[in-house]
């Protein structure tokens, strides 16, 4: 999935419950979940585009998620730390991930193999791979 896809559910989750004990591990959950759903992200390609582009692109990834929440749940409102710590939490695979693929660090095994080779389901069709998470992102943002 998609970072923004990640952030946003995340965030929605931990805003609706405010309870870290229950939304921490929720997020965690929800993210294997989401990324057993075959779709497309920035992973398909990553190794046909150089280390610069890649890094880029998730830039621009992450921060569309950070925007968005910023302006569904703190714009105009009381700071809240429960969308910010869902993100944390729902991104935390992706982060554990992130030195591996960009500074050739060793990954933790047991993570890679959860979160990569058990749950990741990836769709190279772009249509097919995009259409889970607008779906996903509408329904987070009907709640």
Known sequence: MLLVT???V???LAQKI???LWYIPLALAVHLL???IPHWDLGISFKK???KQNLILAFLDGMSGLVIVFFLFQY???FSPHPWLGITAGLAF?????PALFLNLPLVPQIDYLHSKVFHQKSKNLFQG??????????????
């Open 76 to 78: 105009q409102k009381a």
């Open 34 to 36: 989401m990324d057993a």
């Open 94 to 98: 992706d982060f554990l991930e992130a």
């Open 6 to 8: 990640h952030s946003l």
């Open 49 to 51: 585009r150089t280390k």
């Open 18 to 20: 405010q309870k870290p």
């Open 130 to 143: 995009v259409l889970p998470q607008v779906i996903i992102i509408g329904i987070c943002l009907l709640i």
């Open 10 to 12: 995340s965030a929605t």
